[in-house]
């Protein structure tokens, strides 16, 4: 009653006045605050539901990846997915970016051919930049 008591608080004066999303994190970070040894708990248990699972597949050869894991990994991931994209872009690939990222987690299970493929995209944008700055 107490921790439901500290969020009523925290949000009846302004339930109707903003957006459900924002409510929601307001929610979130009451609950935090009235009972932080359930809400652990709770974070805990949503902590062990990561994983990484692969789907069925398809004739064609394709499958689908999911990734459920902590969210600053997921943007490193993601952008290192892109990354690799957009080297395959500056190498020639012509691609679409879609496609582009799905080759690059290929490229990522080869820590050696990724790490040669940045390398070499970032010399060729560097020397694009010198020639562009120096004409």
Do not use: C, Y
């Amino acid at each position: 009653m107490e921790a439901a008591a500290i969020v009523d608080r925290k949000v009846a004066g302004i339930v109707d006045s903003i957006p459900p999303l924002r409510l929601a994190n307001i929610v979130r970070a009451a609950l935090w605050q009235a009972d932080p040894e359930a809400a652990r708990a709770a974070a805990e248990t949503k902590a062990e539901e990561r994983g990484v699972w692969a789907g069925r597949t398809d004739e064609h050869g394709t499958t689908t990846l999911f990734v459920k894991a902590a969210t600053g990994d997921v943007i490193h991931f993601n952008a290192t997915i892109r990354q690799i994209a957009d080297a395959l872009a500056e190498l020639g690939d012509t691609d679409t970016l879609d496609l582009r990222r799905a080759k690059a987690i290929g490229i990522i299970a080869d820590r050696e051919l990724a790490r040669e493929l940045l390398a070499v995209a970032q010399h060729l944008t560097n020397t694009g930049s010198r020639k562009s700055s120096t004409s």
